[in-house]
């Protein structure tokens, strides 16, 4: 019999629909149940795509011995990570205080009041590796609740205590400046790794918004050792596992320095970030490697991700049945030579064998291999490549699927709007700013709703309950920026402008910090707060980059304040962990540069307007359009006559105007070009 998830919209949740846990989703009337029974709440944290919650769930949700125990003795309140990042990130925070690490499945022991007092990840179905099984931390927690209730009580009073003083004062230090970035970026060469590109050792995750910092640095400063930093990584990436050689598109991270072998979900915001920056790297350097991955990569998202509502779905499972039925981790995307020959006969196999670093040992589980190049540096036929790579991909479009997690999160289609809009844009590709314009006219459609508040997640078109927070106001405002870039269309500045206006309204503090969550949202043990920078651009600093480039679009000193403000973070965590303020530090590049403000007087596509797109400049704004309305449209159009009737650029900063041109190299040029 179905429990209470089958209600729900999250695909995580109706993973969960059909397990003999009575399970809640998060709300008042669960913790009211445990208040009534007066029993403990266990809250489970997880995601669709999650390898290790399948597991757990496999082994204990859907075990009815265990499921009786929990039932009789608990409220299970079960929460898709992604659509509650709040409760997500304040019970996440407990769990690495107490324990000093953190992941999913997440499993927390709360009282009725929601205070946390027993924490872990995984927990195994019998005693293994020092660990108790589920069952006997169910039975001991539920004894120290029926037994030792002062104690328990005592533990939960001392953990809220601790995270309620964890507030975080950096706003008001003042914006980060040369000397914070110089100290960033020799705290990255540190921990460089020269061998193999990216940051630190195992497990290796694509640095997507260093790299942007580093190409912006490089953009301002000429610095070669940044762009060398930057081109290599990508280069390492882009040839290794973590890449899909055969259907574009990266997995989540990479469980050795190598990027051989990766952890093999793929994520949306993964893929937009990426696809963004390997599109700036072409932009700095030409890099026909870095066009191809780019336009891939794009063309992934598009292929694999969209959603028949014109959103993009939020992530691809690692797991998938193998021949035998079997699910298994990568088993869509694994070869071993054998296959590669039934696939392309035996010459062919052997050519992509040795291509692709296919080997007999295999480079992955039970003799398979990651697809990778094995880049020893000889020519090859590149239409030989390309006959094997469609072949391998029909092959494998035959193989049994990667489980898809449909529901459309609003910060991560912000992202792949960017990603579209530009990579569109680069390659003339106009179905890719489409594809972009789509998404966003559905986040405008679905989840705006009447009163400018964004939802967090829709699903088939329908609006989930929960509300925005801050990474989605911030990531929904740059996508929304960089479509009105490219498209010239000064609607999407409109609606940027109103989420920045929610976000000057609901989620700033004292002094310039920002919270997670709005004002007037539900109240949990405490208001999560987190500036760094780790999968996804922090709320914090997302926002920043979006008040900051609406602020150079409109000249608003409200926004541009707020910006500065916000940037404190960066000034102080820059120089102690650049990996993880990575967009924060490339917003800081943004505010040492100007940003600069581009009005193209002429038409949308036209020579100038592409010229302008492609300025390195760090985070550079342009606006694009003719005729007596585009002013209309776009502050920055106001008073911008043609000059000799030609059509014609302006570039100012910091209240500065340069000579007008209609001179496209010139413009280039003055873009950093």
């Known amino acids: 019999m179905a429990n209470r998830l089958a209600q729900t919209t999250s695909p995580y949740l109706l993973q969960h629909a059909d397990n003999p846990v009575d399970w809640w ?3 008042p009337d669960a913790f009211e149940e445990a208040r009534r029974r007066d029993v403990p709440v266990l809250l489970s944290v997880g995601y669709a795509s999650c390898h290790w919650c399948h597991v757990m769930a496999h082994e204990s949700f859907e075990d009815e011995t265990v499921a009786a125990y929990l039932n009789e003795r608990f409220v299970a309140v079960k929460v898709d990570r992604e659509e509650r990042p709040d409760v997500d990130a304040v019970y996440m925070e407990a769990v690495q205080a107490a324990t000093g690490h953190g992941g999913w499945p997440m499993t927390v022991f709360l009282t009725p009041d929601a205070e946390p007092f027993y924490f872990g990840t995984y927990f ?37 205590a601790d995270l309620a003083g964890r507030s975080l004062a950096h706003g008001g230090d003042g914006v980060p400046g040369e000397p914070e970035v110089a100290q960033a970026l020799l705290g990255l060469t540190r921990e460089y790794d020269d061998q193999h590109g990216g940051f630190g050792g195992a497990p290796k ?24 930093m930057a081109a290599d990584t990508c280069s390492a990436m882009a040839r290794g596992g973590i890449y899909d050689q055969l259907g574009g598109g990266f997995a989540r991270y990479s469980v050795d320095r190598e990027w051989v072998v990766p952890h093999f979900e793929k994520m949306l915001y993964d893929n937009a970030l990426l696809c963004r920056v390997y599109a700036h790297l072409w932009r700095t350097t030409g890099s026909a490697e870095a ?23 939020s992530a691809l499972d690692a797991d998938s049945e193998d021949a035998q039925g079997k699910h298994v981790e990568g088993a869509f995307y694994v070869w071993t030579p054998a296959q590669l020959r039934a696939v392309l006969g035996e010459e062919d196999g052997a050519f992509a064998a040795a291509y692709f670093g296919v080997t007999e040992a295999g480079t992955f589980e039970e003799g398979a291999s990651v697809l990778q190049l094995s880049g020893d540096g000889r020519p090859v036929d590149a239409g030989r490549v390309a006959d094997v790579r469609a072949r391998l991909l029909a092959a494998r479009e035959e193989r049994s699927r990667p489980g898809r997690d449909d529901k459309v999160v609003a910060a991560w289609n912000g992202l792949a709007i960017a990603a579209l809009a530009e990579t569109g844009a680069y390659f003339d590709r106009p179905d890719l700013v489409e594809r972009a314009t789509e998404a966003a006219d559905l986040l ?12 967090r997640t829709s699903k088939d078109g329908r609006a989930g309950t929960n509300a925005g927070v801050l990474e989605d106001y911030g990531d929904v405002a740059e996508g929304f920026l960089a479509l009105a870039a490219v498209t010239g269309e000064g609607a999407w500045l409109e609606f940027a402008g109103f989420l920045l206006d929610v976000v000057l309204e609901q989620f700033t503090g004292e002094g310039g910090q920002l919270y997670d969550t709005a004002h007037e949202a539900e109240k949990l043990i405490r208001r999560p707060q987190d500036p ?25 000193e409200a926004h541009r304040t707020d910006a500065e403000g916000a940037l404190g973070v960066v000034k102080a965590l820059a120089p102690r962990a650049p990996r993880f ?19 193209v007087a002429g038409p949308v596509g036209g020579e100038l307007h592409r010229t302008a797109l492609l300025g390195r400049a760090p985070g550079a704004v342009v606006a694009a359009g003719e005729g007596p309305g585009a002013g209309a449209e776009f502050p920055l159009l106001v008073d911008r006559p043609l000059v000799g009737g030609a059509p014609t650029a302006y570039v100012c900063r910091h209240f500065v105007c340069d000579a007008p041109t209609t001179d496209a190299a010139e413009l280039a040029v003055k873009l950093g070009g």
């Open 25 to 27: 989703p998060w709300s």
């Open 124 to 160: 195994p179905p019998e005693p293994r590796h020092g660990s108790p099984s589920f069952q006997q931390v169910l039975e001991g927690v539920s004894a120290a609740w029926s037994d030792r209730r002062e104690e328990v009580a005592e533990v939960a009073g001392r953990i809220v």
């Open 205 to 228: 995750f694509p640095p997507s918004m260093a790299v942007e910092f580093l190409l912006r640095h490089y953009a301002r400063t000429g610095s070669e050792g940044a762009l060398q």
């Open 291 to 313: 066009r191809r991955i780019a336009l891939e990569t794009a063309d992934f998202m598009v292929r694999e991700l969209r959603t028949t509502e014109g959103g993009f779905a």
């Open 444 to 455: 405008v459609r679905v989840h705006l709703g009447e009163v400018a508040r964004l939802t």
């Open 532 to 556: 760094t920078d780790s999968a996804t651009p922090a709320g914090w600093t997302a926002a920043a980059g979006a008040l900051l480039s609406y602020a150079a679009y409109t000249g608003s």
């Open 581 to 599: 303020i990575g967009w924060g530090l490339a917003v800081a590049e943004a505010l040492l540069d100007g940003p600069r403000e581009v009005a």
